[in-house]
């Protein structure tokens, strides 16, 4: 580990140098001027994970050479012998470990220093700690009763904003637009405030007269996204099932009574998590294969947009999540450590067991779900059912998956006509030939 200490006093340096390298066996780079410490944190992979400033440093070079790094560091600030104030807000978004006065030099960073590095160890090993939640997301839930974090590496995360901290519109330009900062974190034992939260904004659009594709689907992706998250991390607690219902109700109001394949082509979105945008397109698809059947009832829809953002509820990484078949599963197994492809291979069953942990759920929706990759000549999975066994509204659900699933991987290139003229002689049998016929007379 490589400390960076600034001071203007030579005994300072000195003593905290000896002091804090002889302690934690660390590498201390000392800079007596603002212009050599800020020429220093420029330096590209200087390896600087702390920084010890004195507050004579804190000049608007200094501060602004510390917001325009690429990864927020970790900083001490140094008090002089005047007892200097610190201006906390020209240091928002700096992550201040805290402030040690002049006559505790010693003493205050060694146990500032200690804590950190037994905490980073500690959150280093558990990354399961940390939900990632979207940054353009969360900026609209601040400010939090929590820290927000940000990571640094597969296994090291650190504070960039304490609690209470607001985040506004220039925060997210600096990390999202400018440094590309796309999630942000929130520990586990505190992401109950961020789902009350974002619960009450879905709310807000629910009662607004109506809503558009255009403005909302952005909005129930991310929810989709940040709910498979935190299922993940926490469980499909009686919070996060308040938050997907209401998910499901801004997309049922967004879809409409009378959707059409049409309108929902010239809104697919680029880029983004897969399984939310697969998971939000397929809710829209599915809804308007079950128009064209004449089976559009406020009841099946609902069916359909609830079984659409479960269906890979279980699925642990978005990559696997793009394969549809077990042949190519075996394919591509070398891409998939064998515990993700096992999981895979039984993830309907898995997330039809979350479904019915579901309170109040519609009847059916575990049934869609656990058959959504099952075929009509019986080479689905996980149970192999041919189409005779089959539930009428998953084959339905079946059929709008491919044609999601085609929609996504063509984008412009995409065409019905194609298709159905592919997928016709496939989907030949019973209920699935039935949808085929009504996808057959869309005009798009």
Not at 4 to 12: A, G, I, M, Q, R
Not at 53 to 81: F, N, Q, W, Y
Request: glycine content about 6%; some cysteine; proline content about 5%.
């Amino acid at each position: 580990m490589k400390i960076l200490l600034f001071s203007e006093t030579k005994e300072v340096k000195e003593l905290l140098s000896f002091q804090v390298s002889s302690a934690f066996a660390v590498q201390v780079k000392e800079c007596s001027t603002v212009k050599e410490a800020v020429d220093y944190l420029g330096t590209p992979d200087n390896g600087v994970e702390m920084f010890l400033c004195g507050v004579e440093g804190l000049s608007p070079a200094m501060i602004g050479a510390l917001k325009g790094l690429a990864r927020p560091l970790p900083t001490i600030l140094l008090l002089d012998s005047k007892g200097s104030a610190v201006e906390k807000g020209a240091l928002k978004g700096i992550p201040v470990l805290g402030e040690v006065p002049f006559a505790q030099l010693v003493e205050g960073v060694n146990g500032l220093l200690k804590e950190f590095i037994e905490k980073e160890g500690k959150l280093g090993d558990n990354p399961a700690e940390f939900c990632p939640i979207r940054t353009n997301l969360l900026i609209r839930a601040t400010p939090l009763k929590s820290d927000i974090f940000i990571r640094l590496s597969k296994t090291k995360f650190i504070k960039l904003f304490k609690t209470g901290d607001e985040f506004d519109h220039r925060d997210l330009e600096r990390y999202y637009q400018t440094k590309g900062v796309e999630y942000m974190y929130l520990r586990r034992a505190e992401i109950a405030e961020f789902i009350e939260k974002f619960r009450r904004e879905l709310d807000s659009l629910i009662a607004l007269p109506q809503v558009s594709q255009e403005e909302v689907l952005p909005t129930v992706e991310m929810a989709q996204e940040t709910i498979h998250e935190l299922v993940s991390k926490v469980g499909f607690t009686e919070e996060v099932q308040g938050l997907a219902k209401k998910n499901v109700e801004l997309t049922l109001k967004m879809i409409g009574a009378h959707p059409r394949l049409s309108d929902l082509l010239k809104n697919v979105q680029s880029g983004g998590n897969y399984i939310s945008q697969h998971s939000t397109l397929l809710a829209m698809v599915s809804c308007c294969v079950a128009k064209e059947m004449e089976w559009g009832s406020e009841s099946t829809f609902s069916k359909l947009v609830l079984a659409s953002y479960m269906h890979d509820i279980s699925v642990p990484d978005p990559l696997i999540g793009r394969v549809n078949t077990l042949r190519e599963l075996e394919e591509r197994r070398s891409e998939f450590d064998e515990e993700i492809a096992k999981v895979y291979h039984l993830h309907p069953a898995k997330s039809a067991d979350v479904v019915r942990s579901f309170k109040e759920i519609p009847a059916d929706v575990d049934l869609i779900v656990a058959q959504h990759h099952e075929r009509p000549n019986g080479s689905g999975f996980p149970r192999g059912l041919a189409h005779n066994y089959i539930a009428p509204l998953a084959a339905v659900f079946i059929v709008a998956h491919d044609l999601a699933q085609s929609i996504l991987d063509q984008r412009d290139d995409f065409r019905l006509a194609d298709f159905v003229d592919e997928k016709k002689p496939f989907y030949n049998q019973g209920n699935f030939k039935k949808v085929m016929v009504a996808l057959e007379k869309v005009k798009i």
